[in-house]
């Protein structure tokens, strides 16, 4: 100990040592010879060189070992013994030392000394020697009489090596050095030499502190293990550089668990700021030898500390470097990189056989993992562990899966996560490629959208990080998925095989054969999945110069087979299958045309082979209206899709043939008398240009669909015999959108060639037919649903065509015509409710034909006539497209077309009585609106004034946009952003193949568009949508206003408040699916939030937004959306807009953003809703919507307990005191009629929320036991209140209701509150027993209840009895038992309960509990018990009882 003072006091550099070491010593090292000059033996007289010489090693110099021609243990005995008989002995043994000091000063002499000796092979001495010779130094070590000073000797040498540079084959001296003193069958005084040594590595370099620490495992002795851990330790935490040498002793020590625990927190904090390439030793120490016990709480600390993003930084700057250098520079970058990588795969190594080897490694994981709840905690380490555990613990696969299951859907793994991984950590994850494989094709098998999302990016990111062999698996799998006939699999791998074959097409085309298998099974494959699966084998055949012959002829081969066959959905694959192939070889032989300037021999074959598919299919189609219609239709698509790159030859033979049939088969020139025998009377309607004299053409329309009705037989069967091509109206609608595409497609977006078609108007038939149609025959009422029906769709055409014309004169036009959408629309309702059982003709072509076309009497109808009441609970059903009760029910979208347009009708036609249909399930019989259309929404919006004015075509030159098209607008938006942009776990799953059919109907061109082009296409909208919102929020704010907050006042109009209460939710809808769409937390979509989130933010502060945060921007757009809060006009307007707060809120959430949506769902809650009749709000859509809202202010509050205690102690018995159809003063939305609602509510809440409560632990203090009693003191109170409001309310569902969430309250108390009362029992006596008492009151009650339930024999109420007699027996067992643990058990007794109703009066017939064997005599129940702690009467026990135990203390 004196001389480790001795050392500190020096400097910690390296010649601190030697400053201390005698002046002779130092004369000495100065003048150090360098190198011996020959090879050979040592010959001179010194006494170290005889005496070594005759023990029977002989003295080398140069690069020659020294020679034993002895046994080791031999010449150490020898040499022992010539020593003690020495005649100068013990003087000798310095002599010897000092020979052995002068004999090292020379390198090489030094170095054969340090290494081993080599046996002498002679004849004589062959089997004497061992193979193996320790050196000549560790040899004297082992001598007793030399090893002191040997040791000294050596340790004075070491300082010498501190700065030498060792090259590629040199010798490590210090290394050498330090060897010498690992594994001595004795040390003298081993503790001396630990402490030289420690006092060696305060002053020494450090790869020699890293030899000696890391040399000390094997050089302590066992005692001194502890106090060399407890050294290094601190060593550690002053130190970090030596961290890895340090931690590699440790692991070979034998050390207390509490020292360990000690060591590896120590080591835990040091994780983040460790090198990368010392990080695996790191982990692998804090790995080792962890309890069961502390298992989850250091891998939990250790999954905090570990960031993998560490570990990507150096790479990232070495492959940023690497651009800038030259060649040299950069292959030394690339091998730094593949260095950093191989330290990443090292680190999993690690963990890998902690996980293996290592029992509950894999749980604890697992375990610390699915504890993190915050969805920015969540790392990539987290992804790469479970994918690490599920390949190597086969056991824990299940519950790997179960946890991604969970955690995809709630956001806490994102698809980006999934990239990052993959991207950064590729050589790693390779390993688990077997795992990945698995997991993706059990989450495509998910009814959870984003789980089948997960599934195919693991599909995607693996195939395009992985070598061949892995692509190959992919693939093979994906065409399983597509060939195993499940519609939603084989939807999501035709995209995952688009995706990689618009990536990495050169990669799949090597497995073009595994994808072209995928045509035997085509059967099963729907329209819009067969043009995928084209346009997969198109590219692949036609993608690269040296074609793939064999696709092509298999398509062309399958194509023909399917285009002459009758059957209607043969015929359809091929067609579509055609064009779609055209679509590829047309974008070949454009993309060859670039690239050369001549054009080719196999590019005109290329042209010639299509003409010929074009003639085929053209041919085949033109004896079947709908084959033709869908013919017209995909070449229309092709046109679009390959806007610009179509060869003109081809162009030009398409266009030539349509414009032809068009002007033949539909346009006729405006007559005063129309020829022909027709059913109705020819009337030229909706002309836009009376102004022209001459020349108006018209749609013959009537007259044609008249011919097909009247001579549909004879005919039809003429034309097929002749074989000309059958004129159909149902190829109007077609034809003219392959016209249109066609005309823009030639004249670079122009559409003078066909602009008269907008104004032109359409051989109808006199439309007035209100009260007319009742007295029409079968076949003309059929016959006028038609012909409306083939107008509408023409007239949606052509507002498809010419949306996007900036003429003002041709925007009038368009706006005219969504007028006459909207008119024939409420026509066609009340057309359709006197033509029950008629199927209309199909309208869009591209889908399989419907099992079923919907009827009159499937739709319903809706009669004018009704009640108030009844109308506004009809109209109240069209504002649910927020609750997903009803997205369940009606997947096409939030409201039909005809829902909303109804509104517009005139207060004489609600007089009338006359029925109307609901058009919501006719969306397969209207075309369907293009995205473009929406940029009509730019137009202002018409007032109601105007509206009732005469709307001639001199006032269409003001350009608005009505209530009424609005509305039109805004509710195809809602289900085309709805259809596209699921927001996550917000749709159940289609179930089986016909919910899928239908789901796709009427969206396939938007179906044919990524959800990103419509995000976009939705987000340019935001400008106009705001503009519009606000023209609803001043419209409302000055109704207020005016009728001094009355809503039912006597300046309201009701039919333009219906009106504009559509169009204020359908607003705030379309906000809400645009902004919950999950696209928007993807990396490559930030750009694309941020700018809807400026558009927002910028109405709040023009021009200030440019340069803000991102966050800055979420809170300047939560403000501008709650300035609506105060002009919301209905209860689904108000949850919609706080759905849509929240969805902006969740990106990210901050505390002051709950709160704000927890005081705005309370104040919706606390206003009186009324319709503009009069009438409160009311009926099952208000209700669900109300449980929306109720919920949403119970998970935002921040204190459920209060919430819940405000409600039911303040708003309830102010309902009770109101008359029978009152409401409460607090809470307008608490009537009778939703009190069932507000209880399910609380009670779901109540329940949830004391589940949540923190499990007591022994450790904890009297005040944290003191704060949980007081929280379940409050709970149980709530508890209390409520059950006893069923008294009052003792309807079936608050009765079923108390009983199913009663019962988990008291499974919940039993787990984590009886455990709290254990240990407060005896500090906060007081506080238990009334606690007791009061859950005693509510137990009682559900006894009560029980016993209600088997009187009246309702099953429904009596399933939950058994459970929840089970769970309150439980109860008092517990309650005995916590009472026997703090010694009170005399304090429990049992006392008889008689069975009582809800009101507690006595049930006289219990015979059959009379009866019962074993009760009464059981001193336990079998019945509901009540329990009771406190100074209680025994009379009350006696009389109160029934089959029940209750406990008291004293």
Sequence with gaps: MVSKRKLSKSDAHGDSLIAELPQTKKSRISCMEKTSAEDGPVENDSIFVKLIKTAGITLNAGERQNDIAVDQATFQKKLCQILRKHPFYPHVVQEFVSGLETHIKDRDQFRNCLLPCAPVRGEVTRNLVHSYCESLIKLLLGIETLQPAVITLLLEKLPEFFFDTVGTFGTNFPRLIVNQFKWLDKILDSKDLVMKLMQMVSVSPAPIQHDIITSLPEILEDSQQSEFAREVSQLLKRDTRLTVPILDALSNLDLDAELLAEVRQSAMIIVPAVKLEDLPVVIKFILHNIKAVDAVEVISALRKNLDLSSCILPLQILSSQSKLKSQPQMSSSTSQESSSQNCVKLLFDVIKLAVRFQKGISEAWIKAIENTVSVSDH?????????????????????????????????????????????????????????????????????????????????????????????????????????????????????????????????????????????????????????????????????????????????????????????????????????????????????????????TQQSEEHCRQLSILLDLVSYCCEQSPEALALYYDELANLIEKQKGNLDSQILERIGKSVVEDFSNDFVVDLTPVVDGVHLFPVKSLFNLDEDESQGTIVINLLPLLSQNWLGKSDDEMATRNQGKKIVSPECLCPSFRLLRLYTTEQHNGSMEEIDALLGCPLYLTDLEIEGKVDSLAKQEREFLCSLLFHALNWFREVVNAFCQQQDLEMKGKVLTRLQNITELQNMLGKCLAASPGYVLPPAIFDCEALEAAPTVNAVGLVKKKKTAGKKQKSEGSKDSSADQSQMEENPEGNQSEAETTQLEKDTTEKKSGIPFVQLQSYRAFFRELDLEVFTILHCGLLTKSILDSEMQTEAREIVQLGPAELVFLLDDLCQKLEHILIPPAAKRAPFLKQGKACRNIGFSHLCQRSSQEVAQCAVELLKPLCNHMENMHNYFQALITENKEVVDGPRVNIQEHQLLSSCYQQLLQVFRLLFAWSGFSQRENSDLLRSALKVLADRLKPGETEFLLLEDLISESFHYLLNFQHSVPNFQCALTLTQLLIVIAEKPVASWKKDKIASLAKQFLCQSWMHPSGMREKGSQFSDALHTLLCVYMEHTDNILKAVEDISSVGVPELINSANDGYSSTYPTLTRQTFPVFFQVMMAQLENSVRSIPVVKPSDSSEVQLEKLLHWNMAVRDFHILVNLVKVFDSRPVLSVCLKYGRLFVEAFLKLAMPLLDYSFKKHREDVQSLLKTLQLSTRQLHHMCGHSKIHQDLGLTNHVPLLKKSLEQFVYRVKAMLAFNHCQEAFWVGILKNRDLQGEEILSQDSEENDPGEGVSQLPREDPAEEEGDISGSEGGSEHNDDDEETSE
């Design 379 to 599: 790392k990539v380490l987290d992804l790469i562990i479970l994918l690490l555990i599920h390949t190597t613990n086969t056991k824990s696969r299940k519950q790997i899966e179960r946890v991604l299951r969970n955690k995809i859907p709630l956001g806490c793994v994102p698809e980006q996560l999934l990239q990052s991984a993959f991207r950064n950590h590729s050589v790693v994850i390779k390993d688990f490629f077997p795992s990945i494989l698995s997991l993706a094709q059990t989450f495509l098998h998910s009814a959870d959208p984003c789980v089948v999302s997960f599934g195919s990016c693991m599909y995607k990111q693996a195939f395009s990080a992985f070598d061949s062999y892995c692509q190959q698996e992919v693939v093979s799998a994906l065409v399983t998925h597509i060939c195993g006939g499940n519609d939603a699999e084989v939807d999501i791998s035709l995209d995952v095989l688009t995706d990689l074959v618009t990536l990495h097409t050169s990669s799949l085309i090597r497995y073009a054969t595994f994808v072209k298998n995928i045509l035997d099974y085509t059967e099963k494959l729907n329209p819009q999945q067969i043009r995928k699966l084209f346009y997969i084998l198109g590219e692949l055949a036609f993608s690269q110069r040296q074609e793939d012959s064999y696709i092509q002829d298999d398509m062309h081969m399958v194509i023909r087979k399917w285009l002459s066959s009758t059957v209607p959905k043969y015929k359809q694959m091929g067609i579509i299958g055609a064009i779609t192939v055209a679509g590829s070889m047309a974008a070949k032989r454009s993309k060859e045309d670039r690239c050369s300037l001549e054009r």
